[in-house]
């Protein structure tokens, strides 16, 4: 199984990604470990991403994420995947294997995440164009992140379980 937790920067998708990894008993990969040099550059002045350079960036996530699934590993990915297109270039040909998880929060309450975690690359100035930028899945589990990530991992794996 491959599990892809999305949303925007700050809605929780690596703390929560990593519990509920532990919590299946997978291999956690966070997409931000994938960023080259330059794109984490580009965020950290403030500067949005194009999708060229997202592409490779996506790719060798991709690679990273095939590799472990075709070595017979559970796979929980972290990745805010914003449209459709990043995950449908993350998750082809394994989408009858993958479930997404999309974190969804409120802006202020995001944006106070943001706040709240200085020294990371990607400033909460961003946060209005990735709200601009995400296409909501019609095909995902659905959580709103008011809950303790506790409570938000035991009921994604729960409802994992039970598809």
């Known amino acids: 199984m491959i599990v892809l937790v999305m949303g925007v920067s700050g809605a929780g998708k690596s703390t929560v990604g990593r519990a509920l990894a532990a919590t299946l008993g997978a291999v956690f990969l966070e997409a931000d470990d994938f960023h080259p040099p ?5 965020m950290a002045r403030g500067t949005p991403l194009e999708d060229a350079d997202r ?12 590799a472990e699934a075709d070595a017979g590993r559970d796979v929980v990915v972290a990745c805010s995947a914003l449209k459709k297109t990043y995950r449908e270039r993350l998750l082809a040909g394994r989408e009858d294997v993958a479930r997404v998880v999309h974190l969804r929060g409120d ?7 943001l ?3 200085p020294g990371h690359f990607m400033p909460p ?3 209005p164009t990735q709200i ?3 296409e909501a899945p019609d095909d995902a589990l659905t ?12 009921g994604i794996a729960q409802a994992l379980r039970g598809s």
């Open 107 to 113: 802006e202020a309450l995001i944006a106070a995440r």
């Open 143 to 154: 959580v709103e992140v008011t809950a303790p990530p506790d409570v938000l991992v035991a």
């Open 38 to 42: 330059a794109n984490v550059a580009k």
């Open 55 to 66: 592409w490779p960036w996506l790719d060798a996530l991709a690679a990273a994420m095939g």
């Open 115 to 117: 706040r709240e975690r």
């Open 132 to 134: 601009a930028t995400l």
């Open 125 to 127: 100035a961003l946060l």
